[in-house]
């Protein structure tokens, strides 16, 4: 029984003819940018044309910043961590059951192909490089799946309020997320936490004015008796009395 040779090369490379690539910088290939924290570079054989069945995207995260949930009907992916730390996500096809896996530099996650994933980075400064075993990976990412499926069909099929639905859709702006929350998202949410935190926060504990009585304008040192009742020093609070 003869065995057959497979190629070891690209067979969709002529690697005879002129202007055959073996090198690429990806960080010339932006695939989106949030902000300067947080962003992802792709290489796919687009870029370099002697790659095989291989493609990658080189993502940077900062804490609490998400690759939002997504899947590629047509590749399998590799999630290395270079540096930081960061949870990847997924759910099994076969028995829905949701699988976290925390990686740290030196330690890859496997999400086969077409499944339910996403990634959140646990810490600054994390960078992960996703390896794919096709040369251009498919995506559908859950902001599309939310913003172009009729907001019609989302609440018929699961007794939602269309208007609430709608207006909860709203700050997605019928965009593609990729890596979220967004920055005005992240912002508002800092302002919230600010706001909360100042409306809890106790007044300083400063002597009470010297609230005289009309009658006793003539005793500039006595504290009236009622202002001990009605305004207790030390129980003060922003918003609260």
Same mark, same amino acid.
Not at 2 to 31: A, S
Not at 38 to 67: A, E, P
């Given at each position: 029984?003869?065995?057959?040779?497979?190629?070891?090369?690209?067979?969709?490379?002529?690697?005879?003819?002129?202007?055959?690539?073996?090198?690429?910088?990806?960080?010339?290939?932006?695939?989106?940018?949030?902000?300067?924290?947080?962003?992802?570079?792709?290489?796919?054989?687009?870029?370099?044309?002697?790659?095989?069945?291989?493609?990658?995207?080189?993502?940077?995260?900062?804490?609490?910043?998400?690759?939002?949930?997504?899947?590629?009907?047509?590749?399998?992916?590799?999630?290395?961590?270079?540096?930081?730390?960061?949870?990847?996500?997924?759910?099994?096809?076969?028995?829905?059951?949701?699988?976290?896996?925390?990686?740290?530099?030196?330690?890859?996650?496997?999400?086969?192909?077409?499944?339910?994933?996403?990634?959140?980075?646990?810490?600054?400064?994390?960078?992960?490089?996703?390896?794919?075993?096709?040369?251009?990976?498919?995506?559908?990412?859950?902001?599309?799946?939310?913003?172009?499926?009729?907001?019609?069909?989302?609440?018929?099929?699961?007794?939602?309020?269309?208007?609430?639905?709608? !207006?909860?859709?709203?700050?997605?702006?019928?965009?593609?997320?990729?890596?979220?929350?967004?920055?005005?998202?992240?912002?508002?949410?800092?302002? !919230?936490?600010?706001?909360?935190?100042?409306?809890?926060?106790?007044?300083?504990?400063?002597?009470?004015?010297?609230?005289?009585?009309?009658?006793?304008?003539?005793?500039?040192?006595?504290?009236?008796?009622?202002?001990?009742?009605?305004?207790?020093?030390?129980?003060?609070?922003?918003?609260?009395?």
């Amino acid at each position: 029984m003869e065995l057959e040779l497979l190629p070891l090369t690209n067979p969709f490379v002529e690697y005879t003819r002129p202007g055959v690539q073996y090198f690429f910088d990806i960080n010339k290939n932006r695939l989106m940018t949030r902000n300067n924290e947080n962003f992802i570079n792709r290489l796919g054989r687009d870029n370099l044309n002697t790659l095989g069945n291989v493609s990658l995207l080189d993502i940077y995260l900062s804490k609490g910043r998400v690759v939002e949930p997504h899947y590629h009907q047509n590749a399998a992916e590799l999630v290395y961590c270079i540096s930081g730390k960061a949870t990847v996500s997924l759910i099994n096809p076969f028995n829905n059951q949701l699988s976290n896996i925390t990686i740290t530099p030196g330690q890859v996650a496997n999400i086969p192909e077409g499944w339910w994933h996403w990634e959140v980075a646990l810490i600054d400064d994390t960078h992960l490089l996703a390896i794919f075993d096709a040369p251009y990976p498919e995506y559908i990412f859950g902001s599309d799946i939310l913003t172009k499926t009729p907001i019609e069909v989302l609440a018929h099929t699961y007794c939602l309020d269309p208007e609430l639905l709608r !207006e909860t859709l709203k700050p997605l702006n019928n965009q593609t997320i990729i890596i979220g929350p967004t920055d005005e998202c992240v912002a508002g949410a800092q302002v !919230e936490a600010a706001h909360k935190q100042q409306s809890h926060m106790p007044l300083p504990n400063m002597p009470l004015p010297n609230m005289v009585h009309p009658n006793m304008a003539n005793q500039p040192n006595v504290m009236p008796q009622h202002q001990q009742q009605y305004y207790p020093q030390n129980q003060y609070h922003y918003g609260k009395r």
